[in-house]
């Protein structure tokens, strides 16, 4: 009976955990660059104390991993000019307000009042050379390797002024952690190296590569098994009542 309450108790709150994710990820089905969370649970014996011996009676169920799917997600044309799409593998390097780095494939770019080049949220753009800042009355364009240029609106059409260059990485996936706000960082703490190979498509963004229908498929699951866990809690339950009732009774 140990072991029945043990994997069913356990398991039923991992569970939960795990209709949290999936819940998030639908939420953000819509999300630029978004990229889903994905949990695996595994069994694990409990030990007492400092015993070596696992208890034989007594398991608990725990999310063994949380990591991320970096599949790409499919590209949209907008025509915006602030907007870019990462090709294939690579990151956006984003500035932060503590001096460390954050990544997002989220290249749906703004200016700031100041004419900052950032994100829609606020965070500055990480340019090779620091901030990378538009003047006004100006057209802006992205090349594809990141250079940022600005085009007088009036005037000599042919003065284009080259602004800076976004930073562009590509760290290895098994390096980067999620964060709470959603952008990824590198394990260590440090900044990753410009990666020179990475690719830009101008006028474009990259959408989630959340499926729906699979995310949904797994939220109806995952609400059968809690379900399943929760009635076999009830039969611990009245298969103790019975015992008790049969002890009492001798």
């Keep these: 009976m140990d072991r029945m309450i043990y994997t069913a108790m356990s398991g039923a709150a991992q569970t939960l955990e795990r209709q949290a994710a999936v819940a ?21 014996l409990v030990y007492a104390g400092n015993s070596p011996a696992a208890l034989p009676t007594r398991a608990f169920v725990v999310d063994a991993s949380t990591h991320s799917d970096f599949t790409p997600g499919p590209l949209a044309m907008t025509g915006r000019p602030l907007d870019v799409a990462l090709q294939g593998s690579g990151w956006l390097a984003l500035a932060l307000p503590d001096g460390s780095e954050a990544y997002t494939r989220n290249g749906s770019l703004d200016l700031s009042i100041n004419g900052v080049l950032q994100t829609k949220s606020g965070i500055p753009v990480q340019g090779t050379s620091g901030p990378i800042t538009v003047p006004p009355d100006v057209n802006v364009s992205i090349a594809n390797d990141g250079t940022v240029s600005a085009i007088p609106q009036t005037g000599v059409q042919s003065a284009v002024t080259s602004l800076g260059q976004i930073k562009l ?10 964060g709470s706000d959603g952008l990824f960082r590198l394990n260590s703490g440090k900044p990753a190296d410009a990666a020179p190979t990475v690719t830009l498509a101008s006028g474009y963004t990259e959408g989630s590569n959340v499926n729906p229908v699979e995310q949904l498929v797994s939220m109806i699951s995952l609400a059968r098994q809690f379900d399943m866990q ?10 103790d009542q019975a015992a008790t009732q049969i002890i009492a009774n001798l």
């Design 24 to 44: 998030h990820n639908l939420a953000n089905a819509a999300s630029t660059g978004y990229r889903a969370e994905e949990h695996s649970l595994r069994a694990v």
């Design 169 to 178: 990485v590509n760290p290895p996936e098994a390096e980067l952690v999620r």
């Design 230 to 239: 929760m009635k076999t809690l009830s039969t611990a339950q009245a298969n």
